[in-house]
């Protein structure tokens, strides 16, 4: 077992320095082509404001946790069933890390535009520019998009081209929000109208009322949330304290205890989609990416 553990190590140590030797991916490449799936999981990768993590990056890390949990986990239990549902856990685990990062993040960012559409509402009806009125954001916005604003007044000065800064922008922010006020920004670079002011001042009295409401629904729907969610955790946690013991999983290193493992795993699969599926509130996709 030593030697396993040893050699796994080794081999994941290889594989760091192998994967150390590639250029990370640019920011939003790979993102917009493949499959449906793909494409949610690059969303949800920028949502959650991981500029250098790429879907194979993260791909790879599943692979890894799922081969690394699956030999600790037979190692403990003797049992390949059990040891093929907790590395299914594990393999599963970098993605729930990321889409949990997302939705935190989100929620932040959720009180933070109508701020950032007010600021540019201010810049631009005392007569800044456009870019200007973007690129001040790194200085007078709020803390956690600054970063992204500032990259945008760097990429301006240095290539002069608005409509590709916002392009890089609008993958930065991996918002929705910030896709509708960028868009909105590039039609009035382009088409010009009086009535920009107008529709900035009408979006941040949306976004604060939506703000608001989100936030009570979530506030009241919590407990049960979380509750269904133990409820979910709870069998496996069980599993796992007896897989300690051999003389108590040996039943399911046998046929008919691996379907049972498997049917298990697949009601609580259903269960948590089920469960997340109805108490879930709309999220907005970027139609607009």
Request: proline share 5%; aromatic share 8%; glycine share 8%.
């Amino acid at each position: 077992m030593n030697g396993l553990l040893v050699g796994l190590l080794l081999g994941s140590g290889l594989f760091l320095v192998w994967w150390s030797c590639w250029e990370p991916e640019p920011p939003g490449s790979g993102r917009d082509g493949g499959p449906h799936w793909l494409r949610r999981l690059g969303d949800d990768i920028a949502e959650a404001g991981y500029e250098s993590l790429s879907t194979r990056m993260l791909l790879t890390a599943c692979v890894i946790a799922f081969a690394f949990v699956f030999l600790i986990a037979y190692a403990i239990s003797s049992v390949p069933a059990i040891a093929f549902c907790f590395a299914a856990m594990a393999g599963y685990a970098p993605v729930a890390l990321v889409r949990m990062r997302a939705r935190k993040r989100r929620a932040r960012l959720r009180d933070l535009w109508p701020d950032v559409v007010d600021n540019v509402t201010s810049a631009v009806r005392a007569g800044m520019a456009l870019p200007e009125a973007l690129s001040q954001l790194a200085v007078r916005g709020p803390e956690e998009l600054r970063p992204a604003f500032a990259a945008f007044g760097h990429d301006y000065r240095t290539t002069g081209r608005f409509t590709e800064c916002l392009d890089l922008l609008k993958v930065r922010l991996g918002d929705p929000v910030g896709d509708r006020l960028v868009e909105s920004l590039r039609i009035a670079r382009e088409v010009g109208g009086s009535d920009l002011g107008h529709l900035l001042r009408t979006l941040s009295q949306f976004l604060r009322e939506d703000a608001r409401t989100r936030a009570e629904l979530e506030a009241r729907q919590s407990w049960t949330v979380n509750a269904a969610k133990l409820a979910c955790a709870a069998p496996w946690i069980v599993l796992a304290m007896l897989s300690t013991r051999p003389e108590a999983v040996a039943a399911y290193s046998t046929r008919t205890g691996a379907l049972i493992l498997a049917f298990g795993a697949v009601l609580s699969v259903v269960a948590y989609r089920v469960m997340m599926r109805v108490g879930r509130l709309p999220v907005e996709d970027r139609v607009l990416r």
